[in-house]
């Protein structure tokens, strides 16, 4: 759910985009969205897009849903990606099957439209 922080985040991926924020003290891009630097505690976070490109860090199959908005949604191929700019994030992959996937392959976004609920998903598959 988006918050003051996270709002930026959501309305990027709203635009089909990926930002993320990019701490100069730190000299690091920085994921999940948050107030002050990690390890610095500066308060200079900037919002910066990036690709949205990255390579599969781990992924597994789960076979009970997450939560009950994802109970018609099982299996599903959940995943840590990491972005090329650094940062991981985990998310779901679509468009592929556990047979398909090797950790370190390349992926690329898909941004996953729900307008019934105002928001936008980033969700992943092999990049093409």
């Given at each position: 759910m988006p918050t003051p922080t996270s709002?930026?985040?959501?309305?990027?991926?709203?635009?089909?985009?990926?930002?993320i924020q990019y701490s100069p003290s730190l000299g690091e891009y920085?994921?999940?969205?948050?107030?002050?630097?990690p390890h610095t505690l500066i308060d200079d976070l900037e919002w910066r897009e990036i690709s949205g490109m990255g390579r599969l860090y781990t992924f597994t199959v789960a076979e009970r849903p997450v939560s009950p908005h994802f109970a018609d949604e099982v299996p599903q191929l959940l995943a840590v990606v990491q972005w090329d700019e650094g940062p991981r994030c985990t998310t779901e992959?679509?468009?592929?099957?556990?047979?398909?996937?090797?950790?370190?392959?390349?992926?690329?976004?898909?941004?996953?439209?729900?307008?019934?609920?105002?928001?936008?998903?980033?969700?992943?598959r092999p990049a093409r």
């Open positions: 709002q930026p985040y959501w309305d990027a991926l709203a635009a089909h985009r990926v930002r920085v994921f999940y969205p948050r107030v002050i630097s992959i679509v468009d592929a099957t556990v047979h398909d996937l090797e950790v370190g392959m390349r992926m690329e976004p898909v941004f996953c439209d729900y307008p019934q609920h105002a928001i936008t998903m980033l969700r992943y």
